[in-house]
């Protein structure tokens, strides 16, 4: 989406407009050094697209890709739409900045969790907990409007599968942790274990999402932690885990 006339006029306004609240302010400071001016600019400019990511989050939740136009977000952060497309050249690499912050603060909040899950049954008892507070965070919503305008936008969708590497890269380390050299290792290879917790996962939130109903998904966690413990058993005793290359 290319910024029309009106556009450009707003951005090159607001940009005017910031940078004459520095001067002035700079002024009232009485010659302040220059490197305190650009500095109060660039925060301002962070100040600025922190709203703007965060309005964007607001927006896919609430009203979903189709509405999260450069208008909604502007307004729900307080802003000119022209600062959308300043800061970000477009609507969807806004939208994408947006989905960024949601995996960060995914990744900081379950990154740990996951990753100190010494056997099977804590892993599944880890995915169980993420679930139910991706829920309630409004995250799992985020990323299903996001694979859903991917479907319309070209070349989007590799843009947001790009983005889910990393949690597919996490999922394999936590089986390879839960795992180790046990012989369930060796029933349950590692990358073919996590593909399939990523992709499971994200159908029962997409689905819980969808209908509300996260009786039935639990349900499902219930059942996995029956056999998790299977899995466990057969596993017997822990050895030194094995690295992401090791074979």
């Known amino acids: 989406m290319v910024p ?14 910031v940078h004459l609240t520095v001067g002035e302010a700079a002024g ?11 500095a109060t600019r660039r925060a ?16 896919l939740r609430e009203v979903g890709f189709a509405g999260a136009s ?19 050249g477009s609507v969807n690499d806004m939208l994408l900045a947006a989905l960024d912050e949601v995996s960060a603060r995914r990744m900081a909040a379950y990154g740990g969790l996951l990753e100190h899950a010494s056997s099977v049954t804590a892993l599944g008892d880890s995915a169980r907990s993420i679930f139910i507070e991706d829920l309630d965070a409004g ?8 694979i859903t305008g991917a479907h319309a936008v070209p070349g989007l969708g590799d843009q947001v ?11 394999e380390d936590a089986v390879r942790h ?12 590692p990358p073919d274990a996590a593909h399939a917790l990523v992709a499971g996962f994200l159908g029962l939130e997409l689905l ?19 056999l998790a413990r299977l899995l466990d058993l057969v596993g017997g005793l822990r050895l030194p885990v094995v690295g992401r290359d090791t074979a």
């Open 44 to 59: 301002q400019s962070a100040e600025v697209k922190a709203a703007l990511v965060d309005a964007a989050i607001d927006a």
């Open 70 to 88: 450069a208008r909604e977000i502007a307004s729900r952060a307080g802003y000119s739409q022209a600062l959308v497309f300043y800061h970000f």
């Open 28 to 38: 009232m400071a009485k010659a302040g050094p220059r490197a305190a001016g650009t």
């Open 139 to 146: 995250y799992v919503r985020v990323l299903i409007e996001m």
């Open 208 to 226: 819980a999402s969808l209908d509300g109903d996260r009786d039935a998904a639990t349900a499902v966690f219930d059942r996995f932690r029956s």
């Open 161 to 171: 599968a790009e983005r889910l590497r990393p949690w597919r890269d996490l999922a």
């Open 178 to 189: 839960a795992l180790g050299r046990s012989a369930a290792a060796r029933l349950l290879p």
């Open 4 to 17: 029309s006339e009106q556009l450009l006029k707003e951005l090159s306004q607001e940009s005017e407009s």
